[in-house]
């Protein structure tokens, strides 16, 4: 059962930071994306930050952000976790933060497993007071 699990949310202050975590319960082979959305109340659902593997397109791996989050949020990985380094939070940063995930992993005979979709974490709440 693969599962996303995101931790680190809570609240801060305007100007404070925070570092949300994303683990997957599975070892991953490589990703295709892995990234950050959020959903305020009202809202749609956004990308904040994303990770995008060129390993099967032969390409750099690069990442995305929007552009409320340039210069303030950093997204990284590490084997089986993303995270995402929040700096200088303000109020309108306020969201449900859910990781998504597109992923090959490991399976007990030792090899890869792709299922061709992407994976939903159950989402962390990040509020940001002024």
């Known amino acids: 059962q693969v599962q996303l699990v995101e931790s680190g949310g809570g609240l801060v202050q305007t100007g404070g930071s925070l570092r949300l975590s994303c683990e997957a319960s599975v070892s991953i082979f490589d990703i295709n994306t892995w990234g950050w959305y959020r959903q305020a109340p009202g809202n749609q659902r956004e990308l904040v930050a994303e990770i995008r593997s060129g390993a099967r397109r032969n390409s750099p791996e690069r990442t995305n952000y929007a552009d409320s989050a340039k210069g303030r949020f950093t997204i990284s990985r590490d084997k089986n976790t993303v995270y995402l380094q929040m700096n200088s939070l303000k109020p309108e940063d306020s969201a449900t933060y859910y990781c998504?995930?597109?992923?090959?992993?490991?399976?007990?005979?030792?090899?890869?497993?792709?299922?061709?979709?992407?994976?939903w974490g159950q989402g962390t709440q990040v509020t940001v007071s002024s």
């Open positions: 998504s995930a597109d992923f090959r992993f490991y399976v007990e005979s030792g090899t890869y497993y792709y299922p061709n979709r992407d994976w």
